[in-house]
């Protein structure tokens, strides 16, 4: 659940996870400093297959973390989280139209459509509507 009450800024870009890339690992879970990240588990009965991430874009703050560990800027090495590259930054005006194309099976997005797109299509009208 989101925090009550509107955000101070909304972020420039939110973490996106691209559901066929990714393999359920918790490696991302595991870093979000917001909380925001989740376990999606497709089958009850077969723990762990066809399971993934997702990001409650809602909760996002987009740091990045979830992408690349933080480092000194002199260290030339970029620490990734996913080792599927599953995570991507995506613009905030653009992440509807992302979530709904590689935010889970078809069949899901379609079930989730209000929790995932719509949410998605609020935070950019927002975002484009604050310039």
């Known amino acids: 659940m989101a925090k009550a009450g509107p955000r101070k800024k909304l972020p420039k870009e939110l973490a996106v996870i691209n559901a066929d ?4 690992c918790e ?5 979000c400093p917001v909380d925001c990240i989740f376990k999606v588990q497709q089958y009850d009965q077969f723990h762990n297959l066809q399971s993934w991430c997702e990001i409650d874009i809602e909760r996002c703050v987009g ?9 000194k800027k002199s260290n030339p090495y970029d620490l990734k989280v996913c080792p599927w590259d599953a995570i991507e930054m995506v613009p905030t005006e653009e ?8 935010g889970g099976p078809p ?16 935070l950019a009208e927002l975002k484009a509507a604050a310039g």
């Not at 069949?107 to 609020?122: C, F, S």
């Open 27 to 31: 490696s991302c879970l595991e870093v």
């Open 107 to 122: 069949e899901y997005v379609e079930k989730n459509w209000e929790r995932l797109v719509n949410t998605a299509q609020h």
């Open 21 to 24: 890339n990714c393999t359920g």
């Open 63 to 71: 740091c990045e973390v979830c992408v690349h560990i933080p480092g």
């Open 95 to 102: 992440v509807a139209q992302v979530v709904a194309q590689i």
